[in-house]
């Protein structure tokens, strides 16, 4: 598995993802400027890193959804090829068309910066063949806009089609008023673009793949990804 680490102005977890994907494949994955219009040649995965691309001054993702790199992101997508969206990354994705939906201001319109349980919503795609349907597992969620918003058609389908990677859940893995961190709808933390090759999700398994710096709950899905 070919990785690359797509680098917006501003971005500040591609070094954290680039260690997560370095840590289960042993081998480094490029770094891809904004203002490429190519991907290294035989790249399978690209990674749009969480962080704060151009400062997140206009709405979160929208500029940096226009970066050169992104047509070349696209026809990855389009010819199959996966692509990991975390956070900034996965608000970038939905700006770029690769997934549907927006992500918006939390609803208690607080920064929230925490470790957070979700549910593996299913266990047979490219990005969680390591877990179990229904496996708990915890890693930290931070943002500010991570409210998932779609319209019922959208929402409805996303579920029907089991396109609902993970939810925001209890330890137990109850999905209960007060353990979304900003209001998300169906307490949705992440989704799967059609043919499940794009994988869009806020919190940040980058930073829970490691026992000693709090946590191995992202593992599982750099596993799924390299192994």
Partial sequence: MKAAVVVFPGVNRDRDVARALRLASGA??????????????????????????????????AIAARSPVMDAVRTHAARGGRVLAICNGFQVACEAGLLPGVLMRNADLHFVCRMQHLSVERADTPFTRAYAKGQVIEVP????????????????????????????CGP????????????????????????????????????????????????????????
């Fill in 141 to 168: 969620v931070a943002h500010g806009e991570g409210n998932y918003a779609a319209d019922d058609n959208t929402v409805a389908r996303l579920e029907g089609e089991g396109r609902v990677a993970f939810r925001y």
């Fill in 28 to 61: 480094e994955p490029a770094r891809v400027w904004h203002t490429e219009t190519g991907l290294p040649a035989g790249t399978d995965l690209v990674v749009l890193p969480g962080g704060f691309s151009y400062g997140d001054y206009l709405r979160c993702g």
């Fill in 172 to 227: 137990e893995g109850d999905p209960a008023h007060g353990t979304s961190p900003n209001g998300s709808r169906n307490h949705i933390a992440g989704i799967y673009s059609e043919n499940l090759n794009v994988l869009g999700m806020m919190p940040h398994p980058e930073n829970a793949v490691e026992a000693l710096a709090g946590g191995e709950g992202g593992r599982g899905l750099f596993a799924s990804l390299m192994g």
